[in-house]
Structures are given as structure tokens and as C-alpha cells.
């Protein structure tokens, strides 16, 4: 694979960080277009366990999915440059609304075009849940775990911290013992 400039780089995550508005789960079809489709420097399926993990990591979704794109295209360089890229617009931003907002916050054309936004942030939400869909539901075995895990996240408090731990768990048991059938049946 040819050697992928920083500065293409920076102006790839400068491009989504500027269109991402909603956090985290917009940003995977925003990514999705411009690194997977548009630029052809990861695949659909990295970029999915990428978001996955970015997930499970602390921090932003956004500034952990530039830290590992960035990462794997050009190393510690690559990752730093990801990180400006994606966060340049948004602090700059932050910083010339900063003093405005408070003073329009009410005002009618303001609130509209927040709905707006919501509106958008929702659709990009729906997008992205559908990709994760696609690429996470292989079996009638993950089918269960999600139905379960929402279905106790919907009806109990039990934190999603916890659940999602017992789910990793449940998985990992699960797959030992279809590994370990499998063996078995081979080996009859």
C-alpha cells in the first residue's frame, strides 16, 4: 500500500469533523463515506470493529476512531494528525459560539434549526445502527444476546456497563463451547 500523506490525513478527518454534528453515532456513515468509500484506506469491516472499540474505550468516539485509523495509516504521526483533523472545526467552533450561544439560545430561527439538527442526528443514528447490524448479527446465537440484553436494559436499572460485561461474557462461553463441539465432531 502506497504511503498516505498527513496532511490527506488531516484534511480527511478535517472534512468529517466539520460535517459531524450529534456525537459519536453519527460519525460512523460520515466515516464510512470518506475513508471507506471516498478514499479506499480501510475497509467496511475495519471501521466497524474500529467504531466497536472506540466504543469501549474512554474518550470520544470520534477523536478513538481518528487515534486508530490514524494509527494503522501512518503510525503515532498518523493518529496525532487524525486527532487535529477531526477536532480542529469543533473547537474552533466552540470557541466563536461560545459567547454567542448563551445570548441566542431562545431565539425562534435558532431553536428551528436545532430541530433540524436533531432531525439529521437521528437519521444518522438509524444509518449507523443499521451498518452495525449488518456487519454484528451473524447468527441466531447473537440475535439472543442483543434480544436479551434489550430487553433487560429496557426493563430493568441494571447499568450498561454491567450488562454489557455479562453479554462479553456469555459470548465468550458460548463460542468456547461451540469451538469445543466442533472438536469434538471432528475428531469422531
Known sequence: MQKIKLIDIFVAFLYSGL????????ILPI???ELVKK???ISNDELTDYYAISQSLPGLISINIAILTGYK????SGAVVGVFGITFFAFWMIVALSSVITKYTFNPY?????????IAVVILIISAIREMWEKSVKDLST?????LTLVIMLTTKISPAYIIIASVFIGI???SYTQAKNREVDND
Do not use: H, P
Open 39 to 41: 478514499r479506499n484506506w
Open 19 to 26: 460535517i459531524l454534528l450529534g456525537g459519536g453515532y453519527v
Open 73 to 76: 495509516l501512518r503510525g503515532k
Open 173 to 175: 462461553g458460548y463460542k
Open 143 to 147: 440475535f439472543v444476546i442483543f434480544f
Open 110 to 118: 435558532v431553536q428551528g434549526a436545532f430541530w433540524a439538527i436533531e
Open 31 to 33: 466515516l464510512q463515506e
